[in-house]
């Protein structure tokens, strides 16, 4: 079963920048797309960026113009550089796999605060 192994959340002060890494166990059939999605406490869990095999790119517009998505196709992996951190960017971050089947990280905490 594939894992995903995610690192680099912590606590950072707003205005800040942190960089998300996710890696796959092994190589995942049929993958067509990699991402992030967040889920603040009390809330929904959200699309943060996600990346086709193509390069095309989706960002939720809280996020657009302070995060960016990179991939490497050929490890499998996915990182997700945020600059200029909030307070409203607190929340849990899941790595996401899309192939055949969803396929999601154990999460890892980003808290932004003074």
């Known amino acids: 079963q594939v894992q995903l192994v995610e690192s680099g959340g912590g606590l950072v002060q707003p205005g800040g920048s942190l960089r998300l890494s996710c890696a796959a166990s092994r190589r995942i059939f049929a993958l067509n797309a990699m991402g992030w999605f967040r889920q603040a406490p009390g809330k929904q869990r959200e699309l943060v960026a996600i990346m086709t095999n193509g390069g095309s790119t989706n960002y939720a517009d809280s996020v657009k113009g302070r995060f960016t998505i990179s991939r490497d196709n050929a490890e499998n992996t996915v990182a997700l550089q945020m600059n200029s951190l909030q307070p409203e960017d607190t929340a849990v971050y899941y790595c996401?796999?899309?192939?055949?089947?969803?396929?999601w990280g154990q999460g890892t905490q980003v808290t932004v605060s003074s």
């Open positions: 996401y796999v899309r192939g055949i089947n969803s396929i």
